[in-house]
């Protein structure tokens, strides 16, 4: 998904504040609407104020369930990325994915449809007309050097399952509860939905070298006995070896996310990940030339390339704020 914010800010992102291991440091969510005629309102937990990096995960919006007779669903026009992966993961529905490394896929409910941008890369996203419901995660995982320069990708990974009493669970980042994904990542990364039966109460292990977050989806759900709201995210610091989790009455839905603390500044505006204001200014100056081209009817003209079979023209990128970016003072502890 494109970053919907109309007036991106520009983020240095960088690793945080580390509570000690067994702390629970709960970020509740941000609502960002799509805007224009559309209805669908995301809810961010990353990049927040007080935190911006989970591992390498820099970006985690949840979203619906969300009627698509009322929200008009997704339609997000060929956009570009850099230096980052996008995961794309959903809980109902379908989304049809195009690239300019000519993938065409569908992004089904249990399946992982994972894009490398590595140097440059551009993608369109609608949700399919069979679609009633949209709901899931779009999440961003900031690639370290030198992966960041590496060609444009593409996977589909059906993740193996785990039912194991009141715990059914997909590991579609990383290995964990013995499952392991063949997606391809470039720093230690784990990406995961369980979902616990009415009433459990589970202890799962952690790998006590990374950061992780409970991303909540559905259910009254507990992390250390803290409740969480839906959408909220308990970040665990590194040192934690095991999460408690509960669910209510119902069953509960959660997507934990987990790392080893990514020891790099990146800085992030829009649907770029660079390194420096100034490699953000070239990215987007490259894009506006794609489109440019696009429009003169001329072939691909930058690292962006061209999505095919897309009925639309591409998203402009927004004007970027005349003010060059603050460093954020960095967190003691
Ligand atoms: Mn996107």
Redesign the pocket.
């Known amino acids: ?3 919907v914010d109309a007036e991106p800010a520009e983020l240095v992102c960088r690793g945080g504040r580390r509570p000690a291991p067994d702390a629970v440091e709960v970020l509740e969510p941000r609502d960002v609407p799509l805007g224009g005629i559309r209805a669908m309102t995301v809810r961010r937990t990353l990049p927040l104020r007080q935190r911006s990096l989970i591992g390498a995960w820099c970006f985690a919006d949840h979203y619906g369930p969300d009627r698509v007779a009322r929200s008009g669903g997704m339609d ?1 026009a060929p ?3 850099t230096g980052l992966q ?1 995961v794309s993961w959903l809980f109902e529905g379908e989304i049809e994915h195009r690239d300019s490394v000519g993938s065409h896929a569908r992004v089904r409910p249990g399946e992982l449809n994972l ?1 490398t941008a590595g140097r440059g890369i551009s ?1 369109s ?1 609608v949700s399919t007309p069979d679609t009633d419901v949209l709901h899931g995660v ?1 999440l961003w995982v900031a690639l370290p050097e030198p992966a960041r320069a590496l060609p444009p990708a593409f996977e589909h990974v059906v993740p193996e399952t785990l039912a194991d009493g009141d715990l059914r669970g997909r590991v579609f980042i990383g290995s964990w509860l013995g499952l392991t994904s063949p997606a391809t990542v470039h720093s230690p990364l784990l990406g995961a939905e369980l979902v616990l039966a009415p009433g459990a109460a589970v202890e799962l292990p952690l790998d006590a070298g990374f950061e992780h977050g409970v991303l909540v989806d559905s259910g009254d759900v507990t992390v250390h006995g803290r409740p969480l709201g839906r959408a909220a995210l308990a970040y665990l610091p590194p040192g934690t070896a095991t999460v408690r989790l509960t669910a209510g009455a119902a069953a509960a839905r959660v997507v934990v996310l987990g790392g080893e603390p990514l020891d790099e500044e990146i800085v992030m505006w829009w ?1 770029f990940i660079g390194r420096s204001h100034d490699e953000v200014v070239e990215f987007r100056r490259e894009w506006q030339e794609e489109i440019a081209a696009v429009a003169a009817g001329e072939p691909p003209a930058t690292r962006f390339g061209r999505v095919m079979g897309y009925p639309g023209g591409p998203l402009p990128a927004p004007v970027m704020p005349a003010t060059r970016l603050k460093p954020r003072p960095r967190p003691r502890g």
């Open positions: 998904m494109t970053n997000v956009h570009p990325h996008t894009m993608h996203e779009q649907n």
